[in-house]
């Protein structure tokens, strides 16, 4: 890590910074000063109030009280336009891009000083030329919708750099990445920072925040609890103690492993891509789960985990094999014949697919029960039973919200997340398909939720867990499955695999190899 020059004009300061929205006191008098070529790690837990704060040095918001200065003058910020002017661009936690609107256009959209008739071989060219040194592979003329989440991360931060942003401001860019990808951006950050741009990072990874940052700052509930060097930091636990204002445990409860009845059940399941020549994604993937089991899927994103689940829940056909759940065969049946077989799935893709935005916290809760008898009396929905039940799932997973009331689009990723955790962990039938759940989380979250996947086997379920986090995997599953360009490598028991053995399946080394 770099040294940074301490100089007497910080580049941003902010100061008493408050915002208040119906119902929560986002921020409450936060201070927050940034040098240039300094990293400041923001860190706290899901709807600690960080991107409220970020939004405001943006323009995106306007704080109710406080004062932002920009080179130690005092900045009216009314527009991402105003920020712009001053240097500040951000990366949010949610993409802001045009998905019918081509790379190019994305990067010039909203820019004030353009010709009336932009030069667009001119624009591509230094399009391309800002990705060769930063090594960020794009084609300006691809169609945002059709690229990937990794590739439209690189849009957004060529966006940034195109329009010469000295201040950066990322807010969990890593947090929707594949830990490669993750890697690749870090190496990006890397560059530009020794540039001398500084930069305002957000994230809940500690190992991010140890490798990148200068200084960390950690809010809770909207206020700032602590600023120190990230150098002066002995423990990773010592700061998600900080943030979550507790103790964290770092190690779960679980009762002994007392296997059932086989309830999911795979044979022989073969599916080839729709897209890009039919190349095979799952090639002969056999496994058996039983109730009060948990298999972890390990592998590195991309190598079928995502169309096995998919295949499973009825999302996608299988070419061939047969899916077996509690003994019947469901092959290829519909996502709502599976549903009702007691089949409950958390999806990687959270927004697209796990809640209605418009809808309130507790009706999203509770969707998936109405027509049962927890909820409604000879078909008739009881409200009041409703929000009993929605406060309780609301309490179990801390779900931080102003009330049950509130439309789900209002609160923060992370606790969107939770909303979807809590809907589907609680109705699960028997068989809980969960693919990436701790993905973005803080970790009083991530340790809310292992506990609450663990308690689910406890209880006689049988758990199917996708992971990328090898840790993960380890801590929280019985047996453990590795895929690889979509076969089953091998499957053991968690006791005896070891980490590196569990790598190298992963990287497709097979066992007679190692
Ligand atoms: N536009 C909004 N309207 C109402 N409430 C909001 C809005 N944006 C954020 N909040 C609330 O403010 C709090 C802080 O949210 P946020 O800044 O997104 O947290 P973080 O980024 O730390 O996870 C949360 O309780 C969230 O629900
Ligand atoms: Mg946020």
């Not at 951000?90 to 994305?106: D, K, P, R, S």
């Not at 009881?382 to 009331?405: H, N």
């Not at 199917?464 to 840790?471: D, I, K, N, Q, W």
């Not at 019985?478 to 053991?492: H, L, N, Y």
Request: one cysteine or more; glycine letters at 10%; proline letters at 3%.
């Amino acid at each position: 890590m770099h040294e940074i020059t301490p100089e007497d004009t910080p580049v941003v300061r902010m100061v008493g910074i408050t915002k208040r929205f119906p119902g929560v006191l986002a921020n409450d008098s936060v201070d927050l000063t940034l040098h240039r070529g300094e990293v400041l790690a923001l860190l706290g837990e899901n709807g600690a109030g960080k991107s409220t704060l970020m939004n405001m040095l943006v323009g995106l918001y306007r704080p109710d009280t406080g004062d932002i200065y920009v080179h130690g003058k005092l900045a009216e910020i009314n527009s991402p336009q105003d920020s712009m002017a001053l240097g500040i661009g951000m990366i949010h936690q949610e993409f802001m891009l045009v998905g019918n609107m081509t790379v190019a256009e994305n990067i010039i959209l909203g820019m004030k000083d353009l010709p009336l008739v932009p030069r667009i071989a001119e624009i591509k060219k230094n399009i391309t030329d800002l990705s060769k040194r930063y090594g960020l592979q794009v084609d300006p003329d691809k169609t945002v919708h059709d690229l990937s989440v990794g590739e439209q991360q690189r849009v957004e931060i060529l966006k940034l750099l195109y329009r010469g942003a000295e201040i950066l401001i990322l807010d969990e860019p890593t947090a929707v990445l594949t830990p490669g990808e993750a890697r690749d951006l870090n190496e990006i950050l890397k560059k530009m920072l020794q540039e001398g741009k500084s930069a305002i990072f957000i994230t809940h990874k500690m190992d991010e925040v140890m490798e990148f940052s200068h200084t960390v700052q950690v809010l809770r509930r909207g206020k700032s609890v602590n600023v120190c060097p990230t150098s002066s930091i002995k423990r990773i636990q010592d700061l998600a103690n900080m943030m979550v204002g507790r103790d964290i445990l770092f190690s779960l409860d679980r009762g002994p492993f007392k296997p059932g009845e086989i309830l999911l059940e795979a044979k022989n399941l073969v599916m080839d891509s729709l897209v890009g020549g039919g190349k095979r994604v799952l090639d002969d993937v056999s496994f058996s789960l039983r109730g009060g089991e948990i298999l972890g899927i390990a592998g590195v994103a991309g190598n079928g985990q995502q169309q096995l689940t998919e295949a499973l829940t009825g999302l996608m056909m299988v070419n061939g094999g047969q899916v077996f759940i509690k003994g019947k065969d469901h092959t290829n049946k519909t996502p709502l014949q599976i549903i009702k077989s007691g089949v409950s799935h958390i999806p990687a893709d959270r927004g697209r697919m796990g809640v209605v935005g418009d809808m309130s916290v507790g009706d999203n809760l509770s969707m998936k029960k109405y027509r049962t008898k927890e909820l409604s009396d000879h078909s008739i929905i009881k409200r009041s039973w409703v929000r009993l039940f929605a406060e309780r799932l609301i309490e179990t997973f801390t779900i931080k919200t102003p009330s049950q009331d509130t439309s789900v689009k209002f609160l923060s990723g992370g606790n969107i997340q939770k909303t979807i955790l809590a809907r589907e962990i609680d109705s699960c039938g028997g068989i809980l398909i969960a693919v990436y759940p701790s993905r973005g989380l803080d970790v009083g979250a991530t340790e809310a939720v292992r506990q609450n996947i663990i308690k689910q086997r406890d209880m006689g379920n049988a758990v199917l867990l996708v992971s990328e986090e090898l840790e993960e995997l380890l801590m929280v599953a019985d047996k453990v499955a590795v895929m690889f360009e979509g076969r089953i490598m091998d499957i053991m028991d968690v006791k005896d695999a070891k980490t590196e053995e569990l790598g190298m399946l992963m990287a497709g080394v097979e066992r007679g190899e190692i």
